[in-house]
């Protein structure tokens, strides 16, 4: 079980921000009829958008990559501050 977790997006990406747009739409064809889906319909909030971290891109960085070195000096950060705090934030 996670305690804490951090979200991070490059601020090019356009996939977090689309987010709600594609929940908007199979909203809508779920009310139209439109879906045969008997999966349940995604919700419309979009708070989970306030949970993500927007970092500055790397130049010539992969935008939509976990392994983008966009996310490297982060990453190694939180993980030496989880050693040395030893995981109390």
Known sequence: MTFKSFNYADRRDLVPRLRPVASWVKYTAH????????EPVISLSIDNL?????????????IHSFDSPTFSQTLKNSILKHINTKGIY
């Not at 009310?31 to 008997?38: F, K």
């Open 50 to 62: 306030d949970e993500l971290i927007f970092l500055p891109p790397e130049p010539n960085a992969a």
């Open 31 to 38: 009310l139209m009829g439109q879906t045969n889906s008997e």
